[in-house]
Nanobody
């Protein structure tokens, strides 16, 4: 099975940018749809973005549309989330997830594989 490790989180001021990376091992990610979720304290895990196995299509939550971009490099077995114009409400623990599905689901239960998360904190 695939193992996922996120990196790139940190503390940034509102309006700033961060780039999150998800490194996969154990299996090539070409067999998985990949996604990012986030979870703030006291809140449910929230869908952020997902990308098809081929990278040919993606889906982004309305709350981050136009600010966040998901991409993948199957050759490097990595997935990236570019986050721009960050807002304090983007503060959360960000998770990388993988699914065998051919659809871009926003439901966390559809993703059996998860990383440990990387913290993003946006100050006002």
């Amino acid at each position: 099975q695939v193992q996922l490790v996120e990196s790139g989180g940190g503390l940034v001021q509102a309006g700033g940018s961060l780039r999150l990376s998800c490194a996969a091992s154990g299996r090539t990610i070409t067999g998985y749809a990949m996604a990012w979720f986030r979870q703030a304290p006291g809140k449910e895990r929230e869908f952020v973005a997902a990308i098809h196995r081929s990278g040919g299509s993606n889906r982004t939550a309305d709350s981050v549309k136009g600010r966040f971009t998901i991409s993948r490099d199957n050759a490097k077995n990595t997935v990236t989330l570019e986050m721009n114009t960050l807002k304090p409400e983007d503060t959360a623990l960000y998770y990388c997830a993988a699914s065998y599905s051919y659809t871009l689901s926003s439901g966390p239960l559809n993703y059996p594989y998860w990383g440990q998360g990387t913290q993003v904190t946006v100050s006002s």
